[in-house]
Nanobody, 125 residues
Framework: QVQLVESGGGLVQAGGSLRLSCAAS????????MAWFRQAPGKERDFVSS????????YYTDSVKGRFGISRDNAKNTLYLQMNSLKPEDTAVYYC??????????????????WGQGTQVTVSS
């Protein structure tokens, strides 16, 4: 069981940037692959990006490639999502997740071991 707490969400204009953080409790953060998911109103909770436990491998869903960057600082037990060139369609609650294993494909909720509480990202047009 990994406890995850997201922060950094907020309101931003289209074209702007936000950096989300996910702080993990305990001393085993570096042993987990991690991911970001998002859920827009009335929509499914969808995969955004993932990163291997070492940070050496990353994967992005097509809609965010070239705009978002996932990273981690294992010394700080923290996961990040840098979001640039934001679009109104990026508006969603963003969730940090610890996953079973890194895979270079879109993950599903069944892959998730632990969820954060979510942080709201709103992009105005």
């Amino acid at each position: 069981q990994v406890q995850l707490v997201e922060s950094g969400g907020g309101l931003v204009q289209a074209g702007g940037s936000l950096r989300l953080s996910c702080a993990a409790s305990g001393r085993t953060f570096s042993n987990y692959a991690m991911a970001w998911f998002r859920q827009a109103p009335g929509k499914e909770r969808d995969f955004v990006s993932s990163i291997s436990w070492s940070g050496g491998l990353t994967y992005y869903t097509d809609s965010v490639k070239g705009r978002f960057g996932i990273s981690r600082d294992n010394a700080k037990n923290t996961l990040y999502l840098q979001m640039n060139s934001l679009k109104p369609e990026d508006t969603a609650v963003y969730y940090c997740a610890a996953v079973q294993v890194f895979r270079s494909t879109n993950m599903g909720q069944a892959d998730v071991r632990s969820w954060g509480q979510g942080t709201q990202v709103t992009v105005s047009s």
